[in-house]
């Protein structure tokens, strides 16, 4: 049986690189596997986190997940900590994981940045908590942007390591699935930088709460080049702000990377932008206009919420009682 796994963390608006690099795949691949989607709470307060604003937040990323089309009726949105396993598996895969794995993990540096020594322990062993959502439901594929890539290498590493230490053949090697041609969005304002929710900057990202003149606002003050679009994409190089915004226009119109060049070959970006903007809005504002409409039921998200929680709860609780008669814990 093929499962789907895949998460959000709850730390603020969705940003595009959110939808078309994780969402918008979620809501093709609904059709052909059995899917878990999770609001990643316990991996949000991994930086600290204004109580109010994270409750909001997680109804708000549940909320988009509905908007974008993830069929909750079919499939399971829930958030995190509804569902003791990912916590408890966390604690199993804390001891599997060796310290040299997680040194090697590049988010963590970026996120902890020059002072490592007051990063939080969650922080460090966020990979495990994170692989531990996968596994707990023995999920065989993960959709998600190319900055996972790394957490999910180690992903296998762990279940690898768990099978060979119990002498088990108990967890699958979950596949990554980096799907589209947005697999990495980046900042509007540097074409360098990864679009991200903690850029200081608001105009770095568009977010799926902005409405249509916010979109075209930002998407007119993006950081361009002077010179007119190529006519291929070897002269994208060193552009990449040209190769983002093409990137973004050939993902949300569906059209594969070089016929977006070629429709816009010898244009300057003035044009190319308002094009992008009415693309960008005719696709997020039905969007939006959902979300906002969600928003004001916050009783109906909850109840989603509640709903996922228990059939979560449910597919996890066998495969946790098993893990536990693995390791060896006496069930009295
Ligand atoms: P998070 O919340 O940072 O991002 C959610 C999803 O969006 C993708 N993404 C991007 N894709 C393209 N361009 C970008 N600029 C961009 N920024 C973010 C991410 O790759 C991700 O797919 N650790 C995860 C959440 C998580 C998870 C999991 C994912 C926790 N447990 C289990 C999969 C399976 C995270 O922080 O994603």
Redesign the pocket.
Known sequence: MSRI?????STGNLHL??Y???VRNWVQLQHDYECLF?V?DL?AITQWQNPADLKASTREVAAAMIASGVDAKKHIIFNQSQVSGHAELAWVFNCVARLGWLNRMTQFKDKAGKNRENASVGLYAYPNL?AA??LLYKATH?P?????KQ?LELTRDIAAKFNNDYGVDFFPLPEPMILGT????MSLKDGTK???KSDPSELSRITMTDDADTIAKKIRKAKSDPDLLPDSEKGLEDRPEAANLLGIYAALSDTPLDDTIAKFAGEGFGTFKQHLADLAVAKLGPIQGEMTRLMDDPAYVDGVLKDGAERARALSEPIMAEIKDIVGFLNV
């Open positions: 796994f895949s998460g959000i963390q690189g959110n078309l690099g994780a999770c990643v991996h994170m959502d996968i993960v998600v942007g190319e900055d996972q957490h947005a697999t990495r969005v990864k679009m991200s």
